[in-house]
């Protein structure tokens, strides 16, 4: 691992003006990292990737790389097309860093920030005002952080020990605490956050609602939504002969959970043609290597108990899709799994006065990612859409300081809670505590 790690490290030019850098959403100083780990200084690396980016242990997995850092990486531009696997050295260098991370909270500043969502928006806000001094609470929908990083990506691609590892280092060890199971918008909404002292309050709920194809037979019991069946895929039972609709990176995910959980046959349905398949490349290879198939200019018109019927498609070279009424077949299957994407659940937002969505439902935000309810902010896919883990990092990081300038500006920020010098109320020992001691 050392050796390749620095082969790797050996492989860069240390550019001037390094594209590798302007790849990557997070503008990671990739030459400079590279430099401080090839001068022995692995610390001041390691430090360096974490001041940046809160979730580099994470990043350095799931980034689309062959799109960002190593796919901008000038090496590609030589005959040899050989860029530096910089998410290699990043993996080696956080994990090994973050192993040796122990610092306690920093000194608090008497302000108290609530994060709804623990996805890599709210983590990465939480850290960053943490870090800052604040008391930070994080409200989660589920029983554990990480959001889509836990509940959507599969284990086999991102260990969940890796959040776990991260929960303990970034929040346990820092005081940042957690309310699990707290749906915000439910008994708990945004305007009791407010009333209870949280001078500001982030919103990172990410795409919750799965897209449905509104076509009959969604609702079977063979079927499932790609969100959900990748929660929890063992919960549903859709047989050995799966179908896929969608050929994104989670149809990907899907098609190559169901393999693992023993499905025999498993088919990806597109409605247009192969370029136009939105999967990176490296998840598409992965999964047609572990024996999924694919069929394209495919469109779903009905699903069955015994499969999907669909209707066939031409796509044009701009990529407009034409259906051929007439052409419908049934595809056999045992089940279905609809991956054709994430919307916003609106149960939060109906329940706070004053923050307004777009079209999509999407949170209308300003530059500073202020929402228009004041001290209200919000970041990640509940602003921008689906998008990757890196760019709600980067979103985040930016909010974080206009959140931490806004609660700074607020006057008489040191509230006096009004009781809290009442007395604590003594519990009377009742007299069956001493029937049964004897
Ligand atoms: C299947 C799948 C695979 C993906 N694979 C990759 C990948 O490989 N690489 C990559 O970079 N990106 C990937 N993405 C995209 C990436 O995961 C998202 O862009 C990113 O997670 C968005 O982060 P977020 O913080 O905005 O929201 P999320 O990660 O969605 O987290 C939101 C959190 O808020 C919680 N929440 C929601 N509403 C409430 C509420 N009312 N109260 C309390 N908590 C609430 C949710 O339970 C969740 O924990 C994938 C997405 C999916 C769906
Ligand atoms: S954060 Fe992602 S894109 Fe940026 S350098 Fe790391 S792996 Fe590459
Ligand atoms: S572009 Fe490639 S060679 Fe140049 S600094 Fe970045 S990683 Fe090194």
């Not at 190593?70 to 260098?93: A, K, L, T």
């Not at 623990?118 to 943490?130: D, E, H, K, N, R």
């Not at 609709?245 to 990806?268: E, I, K, L, P, Q």
């Not at 896919?381 to 689906?386: I, K, L, M, R, T």
Request: proline share 5%; charged share 25%.
């Amino acid at each position: 691992m050392a050796l390749h790690v620095l082969d790797e490290a050996n492989k860069c030019l240390g550019c001037k003006k390094p594209l590798c850098r302007q790849g990557c959403p997070i503008n990671t100083n990739i030459p400079e990292v590279i430099r401080l780990l090839k001068d022995n200084k692995l610390d001041e690396a390691g430090r360096m990737l974490f001041e940046n980016n809160p979730l580099t242990t994470i990043c350095c997995i799931v980034c689309n790389h062959e799109k960002q850092c190593e796919g901008s990486c000038i090496r590609n531009r030589m005959p040899s097309h050989d860029p530096v696997h910089f998410s290699v050295i990043e993996d080696y260098i956080s994990s090994t860093y973050a192993s040796k991370m122990t610092s306690g909270p920093a000194p608090k500043n008497g302000m108290k920030a609530a994060i709804v969502g623990s996805g890599p928006s709210g983590l990465t806000i939480a850290v960053l005002l943490a870090r800052w001094g604040y008391d930070v609470t994080i409200f989660e929908a589920r029983d554990k952080i990480g959001g889509v990083m836990r509940y959507g990506i599969p284990n086999f691609r991102l260990p969940d020990t890796i959040i776990d590892d991260f929960k303990l280092r970034h929040l346990d060890m820092k005081g940042i605490k957690i309310r699990p199971h707290t749906s915000i918008g439910r008994t708990l909404t945004i305007d009791d956050l407010l009333r209870d002292g949280y001078d500001s309050v982030f919103i990172g709920a990410g795409l919750r609602k799965p897209n449905a194809m509104h076509i009959k037979g969604e609702s079977l019991g063979n079927v499932a939504f790609a969100i959900d069946y990748l929660s929890d895929s063992k919960a549903f039972n859709l047989g050995d002969n799966v179908a896929v609709v969608g050929v994104g990176n989670s149809a990907m995910d899907c098609a190559r959970t169901a393999v693992r959980n023993g499905a025999r046959h498993v088919v990806c349905y597109s409605i247009s043609s192969k370029p136009y398949v939105q999967a990176s490349h490296y998840e598409y290879s992965y999964a047609k290597l572990e024996g999924v198939i694919m069929r394209f200019n495919l469109k779903p018109v009905e699903i069955r108990e015994n499969g999907l019927v669909c209707r066939e498609t031409v796509t044009d070279e701009n990529g407009n899709i034409t259906e051929k009424p007439g052409t419908e077949k049934l595809y056999r299957h045992t089940g279905v799994i609809v991956a054709i994407g994430q919307s916003a659940e609106s149960t939060l937002i109906n329940t706070t006065h004053g923050i307004d969505t777009n079209k999509r439902g999407l949170l209308t935000v300003d530059v500073d990612g202020s929402t228009t309810r004041p001290g209200v902010f919000a970041g990640g896919d509940a602003v921008q859409g689906a998008r990757t883990v890196v760019e709600a990092v980067a979103m985040a990081k930016q909010v974080a300081e206009y959140m931490d300038a806004y609660m700074k500006s607020l006057p008489g920020k040191y509230k006096v809670d009004p009781y809290s010098a009442v007395p604590e109320y003594e519990e009377p020992l009742p007299d069956s505590v001493g029937e049964q001691r004897i």
